[in-house]
């Protein structure tokens, strides 16, 4: 869809169910969350935080889960690239204050949510600011300290005696952390809908009411005429 089609003022908005996550979208997001989950999970076992995983079993779990999120992270960074949606992740920084205060102050006293979801724009300012820092700081961090955490029987003659180790461990703990908090804050987030399931059901099945422009309305009604039946 071009983006002339879409900006196009012919007519009056309208209020429609649309698909805005497509399966590509949902199937990324869901099997990420379960890995971060397990990586979490395995990861605090060998840390030490808990004792529900025995040391071996939480090594070759973290190691194998590690390995998928890289595999997805690469398919996913293609994806985004290729469909053109990495830009739903550059923040539009005028919205920022707004949201803030909303989350702030007004979700306390019912205030209306100041940004509607738009299909050019699925995220508020605020959450393409925390997302684009998962992709760009705390993915990052952890992939890469992962790594050369991963390849440390290859370098460890070299390392002995120096705080190489250490240092890898601590900034992929650091980063781990940060990224429970992430996780806290946008599990928490995702409740704040409509109902506390709402975006967690549009996540699930791919569907939201949003306003379409007349030109969007439009242009969804004649892709849909135009699907092949199968
Ligand atoms: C994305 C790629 C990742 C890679 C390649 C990776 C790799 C590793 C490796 C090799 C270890 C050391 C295992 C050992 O001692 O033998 C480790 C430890 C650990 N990982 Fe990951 N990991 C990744 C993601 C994550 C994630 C997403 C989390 C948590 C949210 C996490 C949390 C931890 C923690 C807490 C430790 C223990 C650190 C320590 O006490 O030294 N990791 N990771």
Redo the contacts with the bound molecule.
């Keep these: 869809m071009s983006d002339a089609t879409l900006t196009a003022p012919v007519g009056r908005p309208t209020k429609q169910t649309v698909m805005i996550y497509t399966r590509y979208e949902r199937f990324w997001h869901w099997s990420q969350a379960v890995l ?1 989950f397990v ?2 999970m395995s ?2 076992g ?4 808990h004792g529900l995983v025995p040391f071996g079993l939480a ?1 070759k779990v ?2 194998f889960a ?2 998928a ?2 595999v997805l992270w690469i398919f996913t960074t293609f994806w985004h690239f290729t469909t053109g949606q990495w830009r739903q992740y550059l923040p539009k920084l005028s919205g920022l204050p707004a949201v803030i205060r909303f989350y702030a102050w007004g979700i306390l006293t019912g205030a209306p949510h100041p940004y509607t979801k738009t299909l050019k724009r699925k995220q508020n300012a605020l959450q393409s600011l925390a997302y684009l820092s998962f992709m760009v700081i705390i ?1 990052p961090a ?2 890469s300290s ?2 050369v ?2 390849t ?1 029987p290859w370098w460890a003659h070299a390392a002995i005696g120096t705080i190489g180790l250490p240092a890898v ?1 601590f900034i ?2 650091a980063a ?1 952390f940060l ?2 908090t992430f996780v806290m804050i946008h599990v928490y987030m995702t409740t704040t809908g409509k109902t506390p399931t709402h975006y967690v059901k549009t996540m699930i099945t791919g569907y939201d009411t949003i306003e379409l422009t007349a030109a969007e309305a439009a242009y969804l009604a004649e892709e849909e005429r135009e699907k092949p039946r199968l």
């Design positions: 971060i990586l979490a990861g605090f060998l840390h030490g935080t090594v973290h190691s590690a390995i999120l890289i993915g952890l992939w992962g790594i955490y991963l440390y461990a992929h703990t781990a990224m429970v």
